[in-house]
């Protein structure tokens, strides 16, 4: 048989698609393999969460790298989204992981008249003597946001506890899970820049989960939001007929889609210009109205 030059044998192809397949779920294998006993090794040393005083808080340092220093600019746009939203300390994704041997947890069990049953259950308090320091593995921005923040009688964050002797790789890999809550967002960053009176607004709005999925759903349609303005939002939330705003958006939306025929793709193209070309059409009563569209 004569191969035509260029093209591999299919007898060639059949292999090289099967060696990619077998080195795929060969790695694949290896990363559930590695994330199972990661998993098993998590569960083994996990103790519970607590409140714990930020006065117990202490960042964990090794001492063989450069001690971490808080950012200032980090410190501060997390305190104004304390002030302008609260402090939600209790959120998982907000909780910080700590290390603690078994001897001090029962010693602090103990003067806290809690169970470790509790610490598993729920998110009790924990006393520890006024000497104690708590090595903490992530959250250091959160903390320093909540020192200058909260009130002194309401001092504490929530804390999930982990028995001291971890191992390198579940150390790292406990550090790289929390860390990926510990950065500010870009929404908490631009929130945090808000004047009062439209942090007050936005507030009011994302609090109406119909209204702001309403608006949501029109996100594809970027052309329609060259307008729009968070001061007009207390002039919409006053009006107290959510069903009707909600009920109009979704008319915009309908509009729109049909117009694309509800192609997805197409949407995302409208622009102002095109807004601006189509403002004040009325297609039902204008037949060069229905030309132009």
Not at 78 to 97: D, S, Y
Not at 259 to 277: F, S
């Amino acid at each position: 048989m004569v191969q035509e030059r260029g093209f591999a044998p299919k007898n060639q192809l059949a292999s090289s698609s099967y060696i990619i397949k077998s080195s795929r779920n060969m790695l694949q294998s290896r990363a559930r393999a590695k994330e199972s006993k990661l998993d098993v090794k998590r569960r083994l040393k996990y103790l519970g969460a607590a409140r714990v005083s930020l006065d117990v808080l202490r960042l964990y340092w090794d001492g063989t790298n450069v001690r971490r220093e808080p950012s200032r600019q980090h410190v501060e746009i997390l305190a104004e989204c304390f002030h302008k939203e609260g402090c939600h300390r209790l959120k998982l994704h907000n909780h910080i992981p700590a290390k603690i041997s078994q001897d001090y947890l029962d010693s602090a069990l103990r003067n806290s008249s809690v169970s470790a049953h509790q610490l598993l259950n729920g998110v009790p308090e924990l006393t520890f003597p006024d000497d104690y320091k708590l090595d903490y593995l992530h959250g250091l921005h959160r903390i320093e946001a909540a020192r200058e923040f909260l009130s002194e009688t309401d001092k504490w964050w929530t804390v999930d506890l982990y028995l001291s002797d971890l191992d390198t790789n579940l150390e790292t890999c406990l550090i790289k899970e929390y860390s990926n809550e510990e950065e500010p967002s870009d929404s908490e960053r631009w929130r945090a820049r808000l004047k009062k009176t439209r942090a007050r607004d936005m507030t009011t709005l994302l609090r109406n989960e119909e209204l702001t999925e309403a608006f949501d759903s029109l996100l594809p349609i970027y052309g329609l939001w060259d307008g729009m303005m968070l001061t007009t939002i207390h002039k919409i939330t006053p009006m107290k007929c959510p069903e009707l705003i909600t009920n109009y958006l979704e008319r915009i939306k309908k509009f729109y889609s049909d117009l694309v025929e509800g192609d997805e793709h197409v949407i995302q193209k409208i622009n102002p210009a095109t807004m601006k070309a189509i403002e004040l059409r009325a297609p039902r009563a204008s037949t060069k109205d229905v030309k132009f569209l």
